[in-house]
């Protein structure tokens, strides 16, 4: 059964760090560029960062430069994003993505984990 778990949400106040990590299982997960997005309330849908299937090139949006952090285990079948330096303006529900390698129609998402960053 195809599934991308998200774990690591929480409540934090501004400054503080989380990790969260996505867990899957179901498909070839070292073959798939993995995405984090993210959701705020009545906003869309937007992408936080990327990571190539072996992990050796990443993106981020440029609001979290330098305070985000994408990496992976293919061992373990796990993506996580590593944030740092939080702001409220990233309190959000966040999202794990799979994207398959040959096909941008093929993808998978998780169902969320929510970061709320307040004082």
């Known amino acids: 059964q195809l599934q991308l778990v998200e774990s690591g949400g929480d409540s934090v106040q501004p400054g503080g760090s989380l990790r969260l990590s996505c867990a899957a299982s179901g498909f070839i997960f070292s073959s798939y560029v993995m995405s984090w997005y993210r959701q705020a309330p009545g906003k869309e849908r937007e992408l936080v960062a990327s990571i190539s299937s072996a992990g050796g090139s990443s993106n981020y949006r440029d609001s979290v430069k330098g305070r985000f952090t994408i990496s992976r285990d293919n061992a373990k079948n796990t993506v996580y994003l590593q944030m740092n330096s939080l702001k409220p303006e990233d309190t959000a529900v966040y999202y794990c993505?799979?994207?398959?390698?040959?096909?941008?129609?093929?993808?998978?998402w998780g169902k969320g984990t929510l970061v709320t960053v307040s004082s």
């Open positions: 993505k799979a994207l398959h390698p040959h096909s941008s129609l093929i993808y998978y």
